[in-house]
């Protein structure tokens, strides 16, 4: 491992909002707090957190397009009413066995990838180096081929804590349990995701805004499924049982999508912010409206005390305060028109195509020259 490959999985981006998220989380195990509140604090914490764990010195790789984002809520959209049907027509006691272990595989790479800088920290400086490698590694029937597998001893004791995590989780379906796993996917997805431009993001949170809300308040789909599936895609959050109450819900719920979608927004305004040495202060705007945005969600939740799509609050929210922001400033178009260096961009490829194109018809209408109609004429 190089040197500056160490010195990078050293560092351990905003330690003290971390910790700050872990105590947010372990918290209602001792003290009764409003879930509201608990709701806002987590999912605002782990939004901040996993922004800054997205600052690097290289921009994604991997990014999303226009025709991506326009894709996105169809899809979305599809799988939906998908796992709606599945449940309706099959056991649901299968299908919760089947998505328990799929998300269990991906929650130990989560928490692995997510507890790795501070497991590195730890282990001493002579022995973070140690690479473990298998030769021609395959596993039957998912592998086409070996493969080489290096690793390292943080590495490895991260994901035997990940794994030994993960059972627990599977042996004891804990609440806290499922909200570290929701909350490792969560940092990972926006750690990871990169939306590529600020267009792109404002075309993918303008259509999941109609998507949220098309389903959440036209169908029955999004509530029966998210109380259906017994995984680590949502957050819950204990409230109080009341006991005059006919029909007690002991947890408050929150998707991941409401952490994720706009945190990767959210997190591409930081880097913004970063790559200007954070002269412009457009993630101060963009982290303030989400926390607004899902406030007011949590407000009208209780006030009609009915399910919300937090996405109908929070995309106008961060969208509206950041544009805001913008303006004022006199540099709407300047951000609006923001790409990160290494982002796919089809239109790009299509002009450089078109380009190409252009040149080589140009060449074969192109007259010959004088010297060698003359030779012809010769």
């Known amino acids: 491992m190089a040197a500056g490959q160490q010195s990078e999985d050293e560092s351990v981006p905003v330690p003290f909002a971390h910790l700050l998220l872990l105590t947010v989380a372990v918290l209602p195990l001792f003290y009764v707090i409003d879930s509201g509140v608990n709701v806002v604090l987590l999912a605002c914490?782990?939004?901040?957190?996993?922004?800054?764990?997205?600052?690097?010195?290289?921009?994604?790789?991997?990014?999303?397009?226009?025709?991506?984002?326009?894709?996105?809520?169809?899809i979305g959209s599809a799988v939906l009413l998908g796992l709606f049907l599945v449940f309706k027509l099959l056991p649901k006691e299968l299908i919760n066995r089947i998505l328990t272990?799929?998300?269990?595989?991906?929650?130990?790479?989560?928490?692995?990838?997510?507890?790795?800088?501070?497991v590195t920290v730890l282990v001493p400086f002579r022995r973070r180096g140690n690479v473990f490698e298998w030769k021609k590694f395959s596993v039957p029937y998912f592998m086409k081929e070996p493969t080489d597998i290096a690793t390292s001893i943080p590495e490895i004791i991260s994901a035997?804590?990940?794994?030994?995590?993960?059972?627990?989780?599977?042996?004891?379906?804990?609440?806290?349990?499922?909200?570290?796993?929701?909350l490792a996917f969560s940092i990972q997805g926006i750690e990871h995701l990169s939306l590529g431009a600020v267009q792109t993001g404002v075309i993918l949170l303008s259509g999941l805004f109609f998507y949220d809300i098309f389903w959440v308040f036209f169908t029955p789909v999004?509530?029966?499924?998210?109380?259906?599936?017994?995984?680590?895609?949502?957050?819950?959050?204990?409230?109080?049982?009341?006991?005059?109450?006919?029909?007690?819900?002991?947890?408050?719920?929150?998707?991941?999508?409401?952490?994720?979608?706009p945190g990767i927004?959210?997190?591409?305004?930081?880097?913004?912010?970063?790559?200007?040495?954070?002269?412009?202060?457009?993630?101060?705007?963009?982290?303030?409206?989400?926390?607004?945005?899902?406030?007011?969600?949590?407000?009208?939740?209780?006030?009609?005390?009915?399910?919300?799509?937090?996405?109908?609050?929070i995309v106008p929210?961060?969208?509206?305060?950041?544009?805001?922001?913008?303006?004022?400033?006199?540099?709407?178009?300047?951000?609006?028109?923001?790409?990160?260096?290494?982002?796919?961009?089809?239109?790009?490829?299509?002009?450089?195509?078109?380009?190409?194109?252009?040149?080589?018809?140009?060449?074969?209408?192109?007259?010959?020259?004088?010297?060698?109609?003359?030779k012809k004429g010769a």
């Open 45 to 74: 914490l782990c939004v901040y957190v996993g922004c800054w764990r997205s600052v690097k010195p290289l921009p994604p790789v991997d990014a999303m397009t226009k025709k991506d984002a326009l894709k996105f809520p169809l």
């Open 101 to 118: 272990f799929y998300f269990m595989s991906l929650g130990a790479l989560a928490c692995t990838a997510t507890i790795l800088p501070f």
């Open 160 to 182: 035997l804590l990940s794994l030994a995590f993960c059972c627990w989780y599977q042996w004891e379906k804990h609440w806290l349990a499922n909200n570290i796993l929701g």
């Open 222 to 261: 999004m509530v029966s499924v998210a109380t259906s599936v017994d995984a680590p895609i949502k957050l819950l959050f204990p409230r109080p049982v009341d006991p005059l109450s006919i029909n007690p819900k002991p947890f408050s719920m929150l998707g991941l999508g409401d952490i994720v979608i």
């Open 265 to 313: 927004f959210v997190a591409l305004i930081l880097r913004y912010d970063a790559k200007l040495k954070f002269t412009s202060h457009y993630f101060r705007s963009a982290f303030a409206s989400y926390g607004l945005g899902l406030t007011a969600t949590i407000l009208v939740m209780n006030w009609f005390s009915a399910a919300q799509p937090a996405l109908l609050y």
């Open 317 to 374: 929210a961060v969208l509206g305060g950041v544009g805001l922001h913008a303006l004022l400033k006199h540099e709407f178009k300047l951000l609006f028109d923001h790409a990160e260096d290494e982002a796919p961009s089809e239109d790009k490829d299509d002009k450089d195509s078109k380009a190409k194109q252009g040149a080589v018809s140009t060449l074969e209408q192109r007259p010959a020259s004088p010297q060698r109609a003359t």
